[in-house]
């Protein structure tokens, strides 16, 4: 066990892929897993090992936020010898060459947060997806037909904010879309060698107020976690 995860050791997969949300993260081991087991239920952070196509995968969340992703990405990197964190969520999109349903695949991600810098001495602002996995799942995407976007994205430590704006950080490094955990993600892969990438669904066009309704959520999440699922069996 780690400190905020309760599974043994061999009980999660070398693959995690990981929603913010526990519900989501159950909803996925319960619709597109088989032979699941929930191995975690600490803080209500659920995570489940099952299998997809037969390869064993783990599902699990990581909370909202650069600090939160960062503490339970670390410790599968390093307490579970995870080899590869695939991120799925969701974003806001700064722009309206972006639509709702959108699917994207994060090349870089740039922030503001100072996790990089004080957790390992990372002094980049902006910092690439880890190893293979993105490549992979481009690769994935083009044989399933699914138009997943390269692109460069904000990971931001603030939702609310009173500066309607493009923070500053988002316009210097072109970013489409706005979400709250991959850069920590990514900082953590860079500095312990691990693999790691995000793939995003626009699910709100922030200069038109657009967004997708509740209704509409499980249609819209269900091709990214297709895509991460098919991606993963080739990990």
Known sequence: MSVHISAKKGEIAKVV?????PLRAKYIAENFLTDIKLVSQTRGIYYFTGLYKGKEISVGASGMGVPSIGIYSYELFTEYEVDTIIRIGTCGAYTTDLKLFDLLNVENSASESTYAKF????????IPHQGKVFDVINETASSLSINAKPTNIHTSDIFYRKDSNLPAVAEKYNCSAVEMEAFALFANAKHLGKNAATILTVSDIIPTFEKISAD???RALKPMIELALE???KL
């Open 119 to 126: 957790a390992w001495g990372i002094e980049e602002e902006l």
């Open 17 to 21: 892929l990981q929603p913010g949300d």
């Open 216 to 218: 509409e959520r499980e």
């Open 231 to 233: 991606t993963a069996i």
